[in-house]
């Protein structure tokens, strides 16, 4: 019998790190990283109506509406179910929660617990690299060269809801739209609370460890 696959959830605020300890969970264990926010980033730019109304809620760094983010994540879901994954930014309602609830069952939530000052000085240091999502940060981890990216060299820009009015209200909504989502997965839910990623971890590690074995050692994030 095919051993069971993972099914894993990220939860945190904007800035908490969900999108940096994913890739080192992605790595470290080989499953798949899936961020909302990237898909709908992604989807922006290809000229359709349904990135052109996506664009106007990230801008304003409100959230897109639940049938909209549900489907699109529902589809790419569909297309790995023969893999472990890991979602970064999804449910972020409780209506997603029911949704996702309705096509599996989770095995793991980690929410990352982090203050809001922290996460305000994290956003406002942010570059990213459209493409592939590469996110850095002038303090934790720069880019080799300021201002482009390690692996092709291209340009870095800040995101539209990094400008410090989005960032606001983005930590704002977090918490109204979290807490029900929170309560629903408290019997498989770990927190993790802290200011700094590489601290969270290797508790992250040894949690993971415990439901998938490793292909890679703690060290090699
Ligand atoms: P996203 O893309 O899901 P957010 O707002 O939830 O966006 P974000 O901003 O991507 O989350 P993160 O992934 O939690 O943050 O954090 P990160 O990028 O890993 O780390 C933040 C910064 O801190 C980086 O520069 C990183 O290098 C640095 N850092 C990490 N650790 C440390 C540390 O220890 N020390 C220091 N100094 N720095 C560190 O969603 C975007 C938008 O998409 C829509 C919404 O409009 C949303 O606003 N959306 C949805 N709408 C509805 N429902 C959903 N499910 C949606 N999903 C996305
Ligand atoms: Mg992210």
Request: net charge neutral; hydrophobic share 35%; aromatic share 6%.
């Amino acid at each position: 019998m095919a051993s069971k696959l993972l099914r894993a959830v990220v939860l945190g605020p904007p800035g908490s790190g969900k999108g940096t300890v994913c890739e080192r969970i992605a790595r470290s264990f080989g499953l798949q990283h899936l961020s909302s926010g990237q898909f709908l980033r992604e989807s922006l730019g290809g000229g359709g109506e349904a990135g052109a109304l996506a664009q106007q809620y990230l801008e304003r760094g409100l959230l897109v509406p639940d049938h909209v983010i549900t489907r699109l994540m529902m589809a790419e879901l569909e297309k790995r179910r023969e893999q472990h994954w890991l979602l970064d930014g999804f449910p972020r309602t409780l209506g997603q929660a029911k949704a996702l609830d309705g096509i599996c069952q989770l095995d793991l939530v980690i929410s990352l617990n982090i203050p809001f000052e922290t996460l305000k000085d994290r956003l406002s240091a942010r570059w990213v690299h459209p493409a592939s999502g590469r996110v850095y940060n002038m303090d934790f981890n720069p880019p080799h060269t300021q201002g482009v990216d390690d692996l092709t060299g291209e340009p870095l820009v800040q995101r539209e809801d990094d400008r410090p009015e989005a960032v606001a209200a983005r930590l704002r909504k977090y918490k109204d739209a979290a807490k029900p989502v929170m309560e629903l997965y408290k019997g498989i839910l770990h927190s993790f609370s802290g200011t700094e990623t590489n601290k969270i971890w290797p508790y992250v590690y040894t949690l993971l460890s415990s439901r998938i074995p490793p292909v890679l050692p703690e060290e090699e994030h």
